[in-house]
């Protein structure tokens, strides 16, 4: 199963429009995975309408309509692994132990609000991806998502994209 991860798209507040790039590739994975501060409902229907199936939370930047469509942390099993996905996770100091005590029940834990790009595994094994953002890349030298596989209980092909 292919698995796109974004986050951060902030549109229509810092940019005006998702990347025609990332919106070409919803359309070739299985899933997209969206770790919050979308900032417009019309940002998530143009998720959906470009997409096989989206999973979403919602950010500290999104407002009462995508808070109604949308959880605070998602949880669902993809070919097998099991993943959560929240927007923000605290400081990067201490952010491996801390997720491993939340989220003691899932293999990949996918969020966001930083923009900083981020794939580490904590000592129980739990896997934190930050796709950073496509649009925003505050201090960081591209714009990003994230491509990987899962299945058979595992993920493999995790792939951080540039899209400059």
Same mark, same amino acid.
């Given at each position: 199963m292919r698995v796109l991860l974004t986050s951060d798209t902030h549109v229509p507040q810092r940019a005006k429009? =998702?990347?025609?790039?990332?919106?070409?590739e919803l359309a070739t994975v299985d899933v997209v995975i969206h770790a919050g501060d979308w900032v417009d409902g019309a940002a998530l $229907?143009?998720?959906?309408? #470009? +997409? *096989? %199936? =989206?999973?979403?939370?919602?950010?500290?930047n999104d407002g009462p309509d995508l808070r109604s469509r949308?959880?605070? =942390?998602?949880?669902?099993?993809?070919?097998?692994?099991?993943?959560?996905?929240?927007h923000e996770t605290g400081p990067a100091e201490g952010r491996e132990r801390r997720c491993a005590a939340r989220y003691p029940d899932v293999d990949v834990l996918v969020f966001g609000h930083s923009h900083i790009?981020? $794939?580490? =595994?904590?000592? +129980?094994?739990?896997?934190?991806?930050?796709?950073? +953002?496509?649009? $925003?890349? %505050? *201090?960081?030298? #591209? #714009?990003?998502?994230?491509?990987?596989?899962? $299945?058979?209980?595992k993920i493999t092909d995790v792939v951080l994209h540039d899209l400059d």
């Open positions: 429009a =998702v990347p025609e790039r990332l919106l070409a $229907d143009l998720f959906e309408a #470009h +997409s *096989r %199936r =989206v999973i979403g939370v919602y950010g500290n949308l959880p605070e =942390v998602a949880r669902v099993e993809l070919g097998g692994v099991r993943f959560a996905v929240v790009p981020w $794939d580490t =595994v904590t000592n +129980s094994g739990l896997r934190l991806l930050n796709p950073g +953002s496509p649009t $925003d890349r %505050r *201090r960081q030298p #591209h #714009h990003t998502y994230m491509t990987l596989t899962a $299945d058979a209980g």
